[in-house]
Every structure is written in C-alpha cells, then in structure tokens.
C-alpha cells in the first residue's frame, strides 16, 4: 500500500510538471522592448538576458571633380593663364588688358589715356573658350581688340597742339653797336599718321610700355650762321662798319662816309638792302631839291659812281660818289656816301637782304 501511494505521488508530481512546462512555453517572453527579465521560482538563480544593438550602415559623401585648368604655358595675347581655370584667367587677362598707355613726348612730357578713352574693345570670351579648349601646352591665343580710329585720331590732334613746336629763327640785334645775332631754336612736329598707328599698335598687342612719340625736328631757316654780315652806319660820326655776324661778331672793315646833311638827314632804324644796280642811272627823286633835274645815265658824271645798294628806306641807298671831298661829312640828300673802288669792294660783300643798322652815334 506504501509502494502504491508513492507510486500515485510521483504520478502526480510528474503531471504537474508537464502542466508547468505547458504554461511556460505559452507565457511571452521579456526582451529588449520591455526591459524585463523572466526566471523560475523553483529555487534556481535568476538569469537577465543581454540587450541587442542595431548598427546603420555608414553614408559616403560624394567628392567633387577637381576644376578644369587651362594648359601649362598656354597665353592670352602675352598674359600667361596656363595652370589656371576660366575665371581666374578672364579676371587676370581683363586687369592686364586695362592698363592705361603711357605717352611720352618732347623732353619727358607724359600723357595717360585708358583703353576706355580710345574706345578698345577686347574680345575676352572669345580667346577664353579657345585657350579652354587647347591641349598644347604653350599654345599662344590672340586676342583680338576692335579699336576707335577715329578717338584715336582725336586725341593725336589733341598731342601735335600740345607737343607741336614752331621753330624760333636767329634775329639780329645791336648791342653796344655792334650786331649779334640771338641763338635760333629748332622746332618739332608730331607725326600723326605714325603716332595713331603706334597707338593702334599697343592696344592690339597690349604693351603698356611707355610709347615714345614719333615727333620731327623742325630747322629754322634762319641760324646765327646764315644771317652771314651786316653793316653799321654811324651817322653822327660819318663811319660805316662791315661785320660778319654770329653768336659773336667780328668787325671786317670800317669805312668814312657821307651822310645826310641837316636838312635832309640820313634816316635812323634798322633796313635792308633791297636792291643792287651796277653802273646805277641817277633818276631826281621827288623831292623839292630835285624838282627841276634831270635823268643821268651811267658814266663819270653820275652822282651815284659806278654801284647803288637801295635801302627799304625810300629814295636811300649806300653809292659811289665823284665828289670825294664830301667823304666824312655830312654833305649829302640822305644816302650814304662812299670812295668808287670802297664801294666797289663792298658791293660784291653784300647781297640782297643784307641788314643795315642807321645808328645816331
């Protein structure tokens, strides 16, 4: 009986086993959504179970193409841009290409224009696209400018009235009564074909160096060595004096004179000889001292010898004389009065145009 009941209790015991382990399987199990733990009570430890983590797969950022670069060596009209992209190289070529021009006249003068003044107009996009598109390195693009001929032309105008120069001729003077002649200065002009073209020039091949103006010299006619000689008439002490005329003058001969009697005195000033005659008729001048004479052709008997030099004076010239008396006084209607073979001499000394100074000494 003993054995049966212990039989029956372990009968039971394992039926109530199976009966928890049906219950257990069919409860639901804590986990990591919400943060419990399960375990028996039969007497055993607890056990807590490990969390699980979710790892997202990493992102990758895409990296950017590197700019496109000109070319090493590759120029737009002689602006290096080689190694550079198309922004870089257009700010680089337009600052260059705005680089106002120097003009440089006559002793140094400097004039500045822009590109804007002369109306430049660079084509930039046009050279940049090429130098983009080039392989070679090295490769030189043009750079083609559309210039303002016509602002070109105004503003050389402009340059010849600055820089123009007229020449400033030699002229005699008396100081001390002695003639000398002033120094003569050259002049210059500006050459407007070949300024403009020079112009043009720069702005097409975008030098910036300062451009020296093509100007001219300009000679006077009249230099201190070509007014060649002139004389002195000394009318207060009857002496006539030949110089040959420079920066310094140098006296050639002195001759005694004739001159103009107070009734009809030799004039005062500065003249020239306008005319020489050879073997001269004498012709009455009108005058009233002369009212009732006559013509007298060339000969022994003629008051004016054998040579006249007319003066721009009217009716005065410098002549021979017969009457050799008169020679050192003042005797005569206004001429200057001279020995045959003196004024002979002096004729061929003299040419038309030579200067006469009548002074009162």
């Not at 983590?53 to 002689?78: D, F, M, Q, Y």
């Not at 006249?105 to 696209?129: I, K, W």
């Amino acid at each position: 009986m003993n054995r049966g009941v212990t039989i029956a209790a372990l009968s039971a015991c394992a039926a109530a086993g199976v009966i928890v382990a049906v219950l257990l399987a069919a409860a639901p199990r804590a986990g990591a959504d919400d943060g419990t733990t399960t375990g028996t009570t039969t007497g055993a430890t607890t056990a807590a179970t490990v969390p699980t983590t979710t790892t997202s797969p990493p992102t990758t950022t895409p990296v950017p193409a590197p700019p496109k670069l000109i070319a090493a060596g590759v120029t737009i009209g002689r602006t290096l841009v080689g190694g550079l992209t198309v922004r870089e190289a257009r700010d680089l070529v337009k600052a260059r290409f705005s680089r106002p021009l120097t003009l440089v006249g006559g002793t140094g003068a400097r004039v500045v224009v822009t590109t804007r003044d002369l109306g430049a107009t660079p084509h930039f996009e046009e050279a940049l696209q090429l130098a983009a598109r080039v392989k070679r390195p090295g490769f030189a693009v043009p750079l083609k400018v559309d210039v303002s001929r016509p602002k070109v032309d105004r503003l050389v105008a402009s340059l010849g009235t600055r820089f123009d120069r007229a020449p400033v001729e030699a002229t005699l003077k008396l100081r001390k009564l002695t003639p000398f002649a002033t120094k003569e200065v050259p002049g210059r002009r500006l050459k407007p074909l070949v300024a403009a073209g020079d112009i043009v020039v720069a702005l097409k091949t975008q030098k910036r160096d300062p451009l020296q103006l093509p100007l001219e010299t300009i000679a006077p006619e009249v230099t201190a060595g070509t007014i060649g000689r002139a004389i002195v008439i000394r009318r207060g002490s009857n002496q006539l004096y030949l110089y040959r005329v420079g920066h310094t003058s140098k006296l050639v001969r002195q001759f005694d004179v004739a001159t103009g009697r107070s009734q009809y005195p030799t004039p005062l000033g500065k003249f020239e000889i306008v005319n020489k005659q050879l073997n001269p008729w004498w012709n009455p001048p009108a005058s009233d001292w002369a009212k009732d004479a006559k013509p007298i052709p060339p000969g022994p008997g003629n008051p004016l010898g054998t040579r006249w030099m007319g003066l721009s004076s009217p009716n005065v010239g410098i002549h021979g004389t017969p009457d050799a008396a008169s020679i050192g006084y003042s005797a005569s209607h206004g001429c200057i009065r001279m020995l045959i073979p003196q004024v002979e001499w002096l004729f061929t000394q003299v040419d038309v145009g030579t200067p006469v100074f009548i002074v009162a000494a």
